[in-house]
């Protein structure tokens, strides 16, 4: 049989990438002094500092000894493990969610029975917590109804329970599944929830009328289970309506008005109260619903919902019958239902710089058993603080003064799906969540949220990987968010949602800030497919910056500010903006926060041309990745919580920190300028002229990045395209402007380009040393500088940055696409699908020796597949060399396959988008044996995997 021709491409020792053993400045033992986690395991074979130790390296060579192209950037931990590095997570698994005490209600989207909802409002009824039922505020109904005798919820355990949904704990007993789940543009009015103890009353519109429902349940005993009540208050005026209640057999015996028997099992429904014109009525699919006639005057209805053995019928009737009908009303316990406060001691951090980290001590121990996974951080006037906890938390931290002896926290709130954005605003507490913005109110005064008032629930996100992000708001009172890929504003009256832009791929990195006097959004969108680098984007409107699940082709892209390098930041956190003279020389300043690698950097914007930013690094470093920061109104210090969760190298599930101005000096760059002929730096302190007009005292180099269907990109050499690597750009002179402060670099060749890296040694008027790294994205330029003795401006083609996008290239697969001749027309045919959780189904199947197959692959889930059957035994070495294609340009196109490794393979398809599906012709192999089959696409291989068993 013949299949399809290899493509050819470099071999991977062939790539021009530094190698620990032969660039001393990729070797993870160096720069450790400096960094104050460096001696911890997640950090043994961490490279620090790569673009800062390569220049040095090569400045300290005669200058014609140092090559033109120098190799790129290897990958995390030198390359040598994958493109996550040797502490991925990709595959990790937590279970510890499951064991929270997660409280009586969570918002998380629910699957069970075939039934979902996105925003889905999940409580656990009764003193006993017997039952739960799910309300959706899209729909205003109970879709699902269950046991929770044993489990409340089930959260699959993939990445904590971050990425794979939520699922009911325990048997369904009643469920409804609506015809149509409405799009973002009709949504009801859903005010929110009132909390009191264990009872809930939900507030929403009907008609345009108020309308109280609250979920209950009566307990009839072990053996005849629990119903479910639905009380609910009308005012005046509800115009005739109708209320799907719950789905019964369609063949089933209707015994009476309510009742509606098969076999030995039994469902009654049953209304109550003070409304007269009700009835119940049931369609031919068996679906129950309450009618309900006009409302002249204001009253209580009880809807009961029972199911069980036929015996219990009268049982279930009676008591139904005498319990009293409980008036829904707002009306909140002063009792907290989490009244401990947990007192810790916090640790100052080392004041030999400019700024000191503080530790503020996290109750990583608690009565509930809360995983400590920050997400959001603000504060009240009073200095305490406010923060969020992926699992839905809400915690008070007060004592947050200067020595930290006595810092108390406090669960304020629980049950918000997914929490990655926090704001006080006006002392009200805004968060936002997966389903909704909720402002929290605590209206008893007990220190506990009582009302979870939805602000704007109009965004409906239905993918399960990504989160929504924000939350910013300008000075007209709207909000600004990021859901599905898109950056959005949130108007602050009618709450409708408007997109600004399309394409930003997992977009945590996320702020604002003053350009042109203009209120500004900052977006970083997260390396991966169609997304090079780590980016930051001022967004335009209609922009769009690359990423679409499935995209297959990309004409051109939106430009960012700038690009981050990975050996920089990996995977973006948050934005913050401060104007607060407390706080040293970076009081006037935008901070960036990374994730991925624990750290922070300082972002630049050009001086001339607010189009473009670089980023500067700064020193400290973090137990977990920074998410998000703030600054405090009390004391003027920048304030920041981490988290753990997916490609990073935090050494514990989350922290709290404090950057604190210690009083002593720091020099640094705090504005840039790109001109035709150079770069304008100034710095925050009056420099020695001397020093600055050293050559030897810099190194400048640049390269590309790569728009493709791949994760990531490589560093591609500007004048060599072809190439991997970073160009040596020629600095000509470098001069002390008349301010004293700022340096002007005279590159004559300076020409647009993605990626930029300046380093400097210096010194300041004092005789200070320092270093210092830019990284600027040039964009376009503003016209040269001139001085006597300059030279002249080469003519230059390009005046702005073109991005570089590679073009759609077939893919290889190993197998024929189409049967190879008439013979193959009875092939045995396999299907095999993904799900959800990175999973094959089926994920084993037989063949006899030598038989011909037709295997298709279907992709229904979210995310790229492939499917690759491996020769017995190598599917770990296919596997783990599939991590390592990072820095391959054609990755993509090799179906994340190294060449190397084809002969351990027995045929793949090649890697394909969500929603579709690929068939590849082969014989199976004549020796019997177990075939393992995985998917290589980047982080799955581990996971996904099946067998085909080859035996007569």
């Not at 204001?298 to 219990?312: E, M």
Request: with cysteine.
């Amino acid at each position: 049989m013949a299949l399809p021709a290899l493509l050819v491409s470099l071999p991977a020792a062939e790539l021009n990438i530094a190698r620990k053993d032969v660039h001393p400045y990729v070797r993870s033992e160096g720069s450790r002094a400096e960094h104050r986690y460096s001696d911890a395991a997640v950090n043994s074979e961490r490279v620090y500092d790569f673009y800062r130790r390569q220049a040095e390296y090569y400045l300290a060579m005669a200058p014609e000894e140092v090559p033109d192209l120098l190799p790129a950037f290897p990958g995390l931990d030198r390359g040598e493990f994958g493109h996550w590095g040797k502490y991925n997570q990709n595959n990790y698994k937590n279970d510890d969610w499951n064991r929270m005490e997660v409280g009586t209600v969570v918002g998380a989207p629910l699957h069970a029975s075939g039934v979902g909802a996105l925003k889905g409002v999940n409580v656990r009824l009764g003193e006993e917590g017997l039952i739960a039922a799910c309300f959706d505020p899209v729909t205003l109904s109970y879709p699902v109804i269950w046991d929770s005798s044993k489990q409340f919820l089930k959260i699959n355990p993939f990445r904590w329970g971050l990425a794979r949904g939520t699922q009911a704990g325990g048997r369904t007993l009643f469920h409804y599944k609506p015809a149509a789940y409405p799009g973002d543009t009709n949504l009801p009015v859903y005010r929110g929830y009132y909390r009191a103890g264990s009872e809930v009353v939900f507030d929403y519109d009907y008609e345009e009328k108020p309308v109280l429902d609250r979920p209950g349940t009566i307990v009839l005993g072990d053996e005849a289970g629990s119903v479910f009540t639905r009380t609910m208050s009308f005012p005046q005026g509800v115009p005739v309506s109708v209320f799907p209640l719950v789905q019964t057999p369609a063949d089933c015996e209707v015994l009476e008005d309510g009742v509606y028997q098969k076999g030995t099992q039994t469902t009654l429904v049953t209304i109550s109260g003070e409304i007269a014109d009700t009835a119940l009525t049931r369609d031919e699919s068996g679906l129950v619903s309450l009618q309900l006639g006009e409302q002249k005057d204001a009253g209580l209805i009880r809807i009961s919902i029972w199911s069980g053995a036929n015996a219990d019928l009268d049982l279930a009737k009676q008591t139904i019958t005498e319990t009293p009908l409980r008036i829904p009303n707002k009306a909140l316990e002063e009792k907290p239902q989490w009244p401990e406060t947990i007192t810790l001691n916090g640790e100052l951090g080392d004041e030999s710089g400019a700024y000191a980290i503080d530790t503020i001590p996290v109750p990583f121990e608690n009565p509930y058993r809360s995983l400590m996974m920050f997400s959001g951080v603000a504060f009240y006037d009073d200095g305490t603080a406010a923060v969020s906890t992926l699992m839905g938390d809400i915690w008070t931290v007060s004592g947050l003064d200067a020595d930290l002896s006595e810092v108390k926290w406090k669960r304020f709130a629980t049950g918000i799906a997914i929490p990655f954005g926090l704001q006080i605003i006006d002392n009200e507490l805004f968060v936002c969540g997966k389903q909704q913005i909720t402002r929290l109110h605590d209206l008893d005064g007990n220190g506990e949220a009582d009302f979870h008032e939805n602000w704007s629930n109009k965004y409906l996100d239905d993918h399960g990987h990504p989160h929504i992000y924000g939350l910013e708001k300008d000075d007209e009172g709207n909000f600004y968010l990021i859901y599905e890929y898109a950056i959005a504003r949130i108007d602050k009256d009618t709450r409708e949602v408007e997109v600004i832009a399309t394409g930003v791929r997992n977009c945590m990195g996320f702020g604002s800030t003053t350009l042109d006097d203009e209120f500004t959004i900052l977006a970083a969108p997260q390396e991966g497919d169609w997304t090079p680098a780590s980016m930051i984007i001022r967004p335009q409107q209609g922009g769009f910056y690359g990423f679409e699940p499935g995209r297959k082709k990309v004409d051109s892209v939106s430009l960012p500010l700038c690009y981050i390098p990975r050996g920089v930041d990996n995977s973006t956190g948050g934005f913050l903006t401060i104007k607060d003279e407390r706080w040293g020389p970076l009081s006037d300043s935008v901070i960036g926060l990374s994730y991925g690698s624990g750290n922070h950097y300082r972002v630049l914007f050009d001086s001339g041309l607010h189009g473009q930013a670089a980023t500067v690094p700064l020193p400290g470093d973090f137990p977990a990745g920074l998410v998000r920061a703030v600054t405090s109104p009390t004391d003027g210090q920048v304030y920041t919580v981490g988290t753990d969760g997916w490609g990073d190298y935090a050494m514990q599930s989350g922290c709290f920190g404090r950057i604190r101005y210690t009083g002593k000096a720091m020099v640094l760059p705090d504005s840039f300028q790109a001109v035709a002929n150079g770069l304008h730096i100034r710095f925050n302190e009056t420099l020695d002229a001397t020093s600055v007009e050293e050559l030897s005292n810099y190194f400048v180099q640049q390269w590309n990045y790569e728009y493709a269907s791949r994760y990531g990109s490589p560093e591609f050499s500007v004048k060599e395209p072809g190439k991997l690597g970073h160009d040596r750009v020629e600095v000509a002179s470098a001069r002390l402007l008349e301010d004293g402060r700022t340096v002007f670099l005279e590159i004559p060749e300076l020409a647009p380009v993605m990626q930029m890296h300046v380093y400097m040694k210096l010194k300041t008027a004092a005789g200070q040393e320092f270093k210092s790294d830019l990284f600027p994205t040039i964009i376009e330029f503003d016209e040269a500088t001139r001085f006597e003795g300059m030279q002249e401006v080469p003519f230059k083609e390009t005046t702005r940055l073109v991005a570089r996008i590679k073009g759609a290239k077939p893919p290889r697969t190993k197998g024929s696409l189409t049967p190879p001749d008439e013979t193959w027309g009875d092939a045995t045919r396999i299907l095999i699908e993904t799900k959800e959780g990175l999973q094959f189904t089926p994920n084993a199947f037989r063949a006899r020796p030598g038989e011909k197959l037709a295997v298709t692959l279907r992709n229904p889930d979210v995310m790229p597949h492939n499917w690759v059957l491996t020769q017995v035994g190598t599917e770990k070495l296919v596997g783990e060399a599939s991590f390592k294609m990072l820095n391959d340009p054609e990755a993509q196109a090799k179906s994340y396959l190294e060449d190397e490794q084809q002969k351990n393979v027995v045929a793949h398809t090649s890697v394909i988008d969500p929603s579709s599906e690929q068939t590849i012709y082969f014989e199976a192999p004549s020796e019997p044996g177990d075939y393992r089959y995985i998917c290589t696409f980047p982080g799955h291989w581990q996971v996904m995997q099946g067998v085909m068993t080859v035996s007569e």
